[in-house]
């Protein structure tokens, strides 16, 4: 079974720019859950999407917004970039179906601000 | 609100050495707890979890007991190898209804080194 991918791996934009980074969960999943994760802040959670529509989000602000599609894949935006916003970005998926399940995560996105 | 403290790092030992990676948490309801492993420009794998009290996660040779007591889920392994040189993430999920829904809550993580 193929593990939950991510897309880019890297990513270089420059001040005031948006960028979408794209996330697709493991066959079966419904639950996507973004993260960012930084050397001063650590792993922070963005939101989660379960059958298209945002269940939980995290303290970030409006300049972050995401998706989620029909075929369970999402995608985070973020628009305005600022430097701070540099980070690794990672997903997560799972069923979906109950609280406190197993999470699985991708490799994750590179994202630096210049 | 929840929160995680993981012991402060980096931990360097000696290949066969024991290792003990301290985690305490604190959460309303009853949280199940995970460790995850990061290696160099990767992401996370789940290493083990527990999902209620005096649950005892094991993978790999690496075992935490959930202590509800203490609240605590300390990672342990007898003998490490090269190998096991990572950063270690202790992680809870909460049952504390709709602002639990796939979110973790994680903590700073523990940088590990093991040396020849």
């Known amino acids: 079974k193929a593990g939950v991918t991510q897309t880019p791996r890297y990513l270089i934009k420059t001040r005031g720019q948006q960028v979408t980074l794209s996330c697709s969960p493991i066959s079966g999943h419904r639950s996507v859950s973004w993260y960012q994760q930084t050397p001063g802040q650590g792993l922070q959670f963005l939101f989660e999407y379960f059958s298209e529509t945002q269940r939980n989000k995290g303290n970030f602000p409006g300049r972050f917004s995401g998706r989620q599609f029909s075929n369970s894949r999402s995608e985070m935006n973020v628009s305005t970039l600022e430097l701070g916003d540099s980070a690794l970005y990672l997903c997560?998926?799972?069923?979906?179906?109950?609280?406190?399940?197993?999470?699985?995560f991708g490799p994750g996105t590179r994202l630096l601000v210049l | 609100g929840d929160s995680v403290t993981q012991m402060e790092g980096p931990v360097t030992l000696s290949e066969e050495a024991f290792l003990t990676i301290n985690c305490t948490y604190t959460a309303t309801g009853y949280p199940s707890l995970f460790w995850y492993v990061q290696y160099p420009g990767e992401g996370l794998q789940l290493l083990l979890k527990?999902?209620?009290?005096?649950d005892k996660g094991s993978n790999k040779g690496f075992e935490a007991t959930y202590r509800k007591e203490t609240t605590s889920f300390h990672l342990e392994k007898g003998s490490v190898q090269v190998s096991d040189s990572a950063v270690y993430f202790c992680a809870l999920s909460s049952n504390a209804g709709g602002t639990s829904y796939g979110k973790l809550t994680f903590g700073q993580g523990t940088i590990l080194t093991v040396h020849p």
């Open positions: 527990a999902t209620k009290a005096d």
């Open positions: 997560a998926s799972s069923f979906g179906d109950r609280l406190q399940e197993t999470q699985y």
